[in-house]
């Protein structure tokens, strides 16, 4: 058979069956099928029995990347193509994919369009479902047709990603020379909205969203940032002389006197840059009466406020504050302790979630605290030498969100040690109106455009329904 057709699945046999039958309905014939049971609790088995001319191999569960590899490992044909075991094919995606990749010889993988589709009544669906049914969804490794010598040349998935498995596979394979921009414009692909999709299991909670963007990073740069690490100076580590904290504030009257006085009751000496990103209430009028610094400017998001709090700081040391959250207790002297433990020129601590006490039960009935402390982005959670923050560039000023994020890929990537604590250093007040709450489709947008941007613009969005 030309192609393999490759269907990893975990608890998908509801689904199974119309996965298997948009292939049987191809108008290219020249294919084998294949389904890898991740260890399935359900009547997966049962499913596949009724399609006598399919394959069947169970193994434990051990992830969609091993299941993906074992399929790998069974195929024979020339070409290879996956499926999720919850989603369907057009019946002429086969057919025009191999007649573009007989058209275009060189042509090592072709990508189709995507579209998002859902058996869910519309009374039924929740707010993230309606998000991703209205998404455009761009090439992704389910949508493509591989010739197999890619695979024996790249090699097969990184099992030890517990998610992105596919990403990182497609960056790995155009490093490594593989064009990865030859396309079909048509919508060949359906994937399926439902209740149980890997993608709306919170996948873009930020502890997942930087877990996920941080294993890609080392699997890609692991090796070119040791060697660069190896060939530096080791540079000498600043005594702790003085710390600047930035705090940058929108329309944050509420809460930026509690956020200042967190930061100046366990270190008194501290200066405090307060920059006003173009407020329209008395953010900057309290700022001053707390004794802080303030810079006023032109609305310009919260990066360029970040750079321009830490271009004014004169400390030896910076740490970032929202001004609606908090540092807890200790939490400088934490961080401190942290990066001479360890003689490094960074520290980060965890994070934990408070609903702001001034909502009614009501409203803060609406939000979703997260119950144990993780691992915090920037604000409350990193203290670095200013230096080391001039070296990275700053924050990215193109972003309007997600720009500590960057950062701390470009932290990563840098090859620079951070210190860790399990200490919790800061708290994030959550209220109505977060930017993480009334941007969150901005933000993952622009998570993805830092992954593409980090990683050398190769990255394909996309996923596995599993």
């Known amino acids: 058979m030309k192609v393999s057709v490759l269907i990893p699945t975990y608890n998908c046999g509801a689904f199974l069956a119309e996965a298997l039958e948009s292939v049987l309905a191809q108008t290219c014939r020249d294919y084998s099928i294949t389904v890898v049971d991740d260890g399935s609790e359900d009547d997966t088995a049962g499913v596949v029995s009724k399609y006598p001319g399919v394959r069947y191999i169970r193994i434990d569960h051990s992830g969609v990347a091993t299941a993906r590899n074992v399929a790998l490992q069974n195929a024979r044909g020339a070409y290879i193509a996956f499926l999720d075991a919850d989603d369907r094919w057009e019946p002429d995606k086969l057919a025009k994919q191999m007649d573009y990749m007989n058209a275009h010889p060189e042509c090592e993988i072709v990508f189709t369009g995507m579209r998002n589709f859902t058996d869910i009544p519309e009374e039924g669906m929740n707010h993230d479902q309606r998000e991703i049914l209205e998404k455009t969804v761009s090439r992704c490794l389910p949508t493509a047709l591989i010739r197999k010598t890619v695979f024996d040349r790249c090699g097969g998935f990184a099992e030890e990603l517990p998610r992105g498995e596919d990403t990182e596979w497609i960056l790995r394979i155009s490093r490594m020379g593989v064009d990865t921009t030859h396309a079909l414009g048509d919508v060949l692909y359906l994937r399926r909205v439902h209740d149980g999709n890997t993608l709306l299991r919170n996948p873009y909670g930020q502890q997942q969203t930087m877990r996920f963007f941080a294993d890609i990073i080392r699997k890609q740069r ?245």
């Open 222 to 466: 692991l090796n070119r940032v040791t060697a660069e690490a190896a060939e530096k100076p080791a540079k000498q580590r600043l005594p702790f002389e003085k710390l600047s904290v930035v705090i940058p504030v929108y329309n944050g009257e509420k809460y930026i006197a509690e956020a200042i006085g967190s930061v100046r009751s366990q270190c008194p000496e501290a200066e405090i840059v307060v920059v006003d990103d173009g407020s329209a209430d008395r953010s900057a009028e309290i700022a001053e009466a707390c004794g802080a610094v303030v810079l006023r400017k032109d609305n310009g998001g919260a990066a360029s406020a970040r750079n321009a709090g830490a271009e004014r700081a004169t400390g030896s040391h910076l740490l970032f504050l929202d001004a609606d959250d908090r540092l807890t207790p200790g939490a400088v002297e934490t961080l401190r302790m942290a990066m001479q433990g360890e003689n490094a020129r960074a520290a980060a601590g965890m994070c934990v979630d408070f609903v702001s006490p001034d909502l009614t039960e009501a409203q803060a009935a609406r939000l979703l605290p997260r119950k144990e402390p993780y691992a915090g982005s920037l604000p409350g959670c990193v203290l670095m030498e200013r230096g080391l923050f001039t070296e990275l560039g700053g924050f990215d000023a193109k972003l309007r969100t997600g720009e500590t994020v960057d950062f701390l890929l470009k932290l990563r990537m840098f090859g620079e040690k951070t210190a860790k604590t399990d200490a919790v250093t800061a708290e994030r007040r959550l209220h109505l109106t977060n930017t993480g709450r009334t941007a969150r489709e901005d933000e993952r947008k622009s998570y993805a455009a830092i992954l593409r941007e980090r990683l050398g613009g190769t990255m394909k969005e996309g996923g596995h329904g599993r």
